[in-house]
């Protein structure tokens, strides 16, 4: 597997393109009255302002997922290829895919899935408490946007790897012969990273204070109504489970500006001593980041539609408006650690050594 990320630039065009093919013969098939189309009203969890698609239907929709399919999958092969010609159009069409797919397609059930994954691993052995189906749980329109958030995540590493091998840059860690910018120094990734691993460790603050305390009891943003249907119902467990969730991520993103997010601690004794491999680190906050952003902007969708009147249960949804913030805090964050710990090229030479540094620290 390491082997097969080490080599993630050669093949990430194809696999875009093989994702484009796919998703559009998904959109063919749809057009040709096929069942399953995901989007639109035929989502079991449709509301108004839940998905940018909420009003799609197979008739209008599908033929342009199909075209853009097949687009795509031309566009990945000659980015695959490293094609010159035309390079603004393929870089600009790739670009769009990866955002388009990863944080406006999406939408904030991806984040619920995540957050709630251990809790789906047990049900799957023992059941969903109330006897409810796990079908009903993990719908096929939810699966949906994995699928989705996947090609983003694929014309993302294709742009990248495409714009690096056409600008002349080592297309695995993106240095020049010039060397990096002022901005892309460990010394400056130092400075500007901190301030964002603040940011970002800071926000989901709000939201866990308010679910403690339904959980000890105290209605704090919501009505008592509220408060007393969610103890009934046990929901409040559930959100003190976020809760946990969104400290152990707070307490994680610490770690991308302090030494034992560098090095394994003690407590870690068959690791102690040797430093963090760089990616361990940044993939995780990175996925979180792009799923965070899309959750955000869902919730942004969703008030422009329902009004921002109803105070007495602002901690419901008031919290969840700085999400884009934290999204993009957390994204700045995973990037100045990777250029702090990226250390020397294996491929262009380029960079210092991370084990030298680890080493005149200890000294």
Not at 82 to 104: M, S
Not at 262 to 270: N, S
């Amino acid at each position: 597997m390491r082997k097969v990320m080490a080599k993630w630039p050669h093949w990430a065009g194809y696999a875009a393109a093989v994702w484009a093919l796919c998703y559009g013969a998904l959109g063919l098939f749809w057009a040709l009255d096929g069942s399953g189309f995901p989007f639109g009203r035929s989502d079991p969890d449709w509301e108004p302002g839940l998905s940018v698609l909420g009003e799609a239907t197979p008739e209008a929709a599908a033929p342009v997922i199909a075209v853009l399919g097949a687009l795509g999958a031309v566009a990945g092969l000659a980015i695959a290829r490293g094609v010159r010609r035309g390079r603004t159009v393929l870089l600009g069409f790739a670009w769009l895919a990866a955002v388009a797919l990863t944080v406006v397609v999406t939408d904030n059930r991806v984040l619920m899935l995540v957050a709630y994954a251990p809790l789906l691993v047990v049900f799957a052995f023992t059941g969903v408490p109330g006897g409810q189906p796990m079908s009903e749980l993990v719908p096929w329109s939810r699966i949906n946007l994995f699928i989705v958030l996947v090609g983003g995540l694929l014309w993302a590493l294709a742009a990248l790897a495409y714009q690096r091998r056409t600008a002349a840059r080592c297309m695995m860690c993106g240095r020049s012969e010039h060397g990096s910018a002022r901005w892309a120094t460990p010394q400056a990734a130092r400075r500007w990273g901190l301030r964002a691993v603040v940011v970002a460790a800071a926000i989901p603050a709000l939201y866990d204070a308010s679910r403690f305390a339904w959980a000890a009891g105290i209605p704090l943003g919501i009505t008592e109504e509220f408060w007393r249907w969610l103890d009934e119902s046990g929901l409040r467990w559930g959100g003190l489970f976020l809760s946990l969730m969104g400290l152990g991520g707070a307490i994680l993103t610490l770690g991308l500006v302090q030494r034992w997010g560098e090095v394994y601690p003690r407590w870690i004794w068959f690791k102690a001593g040797r430093p963090v491999p760089p990616m361990l680190a940044v993939i995780p906050a990175s996925l979180v980041s792009v799923i965070v952003l899309s959750g955000g902007l869902t919730y942004w969708r969703l008030r422009m539609v329902h009004g921002f009147g109803d105070w007495d249960m602002w901690a419901t949804w008031v919290p969840s408006l700085v999400w884009p913030l934290w999204g993009v805090a957390l994204a700045a964050a995973a990037l100045a650690y990777y250029l702090r710990r990226r250390g020397a090229c294996r491929a262009c030479g380029h960079g210092g050594r991370l084990e030298a540094e680890l080493t005149a620290e200890r000294g």
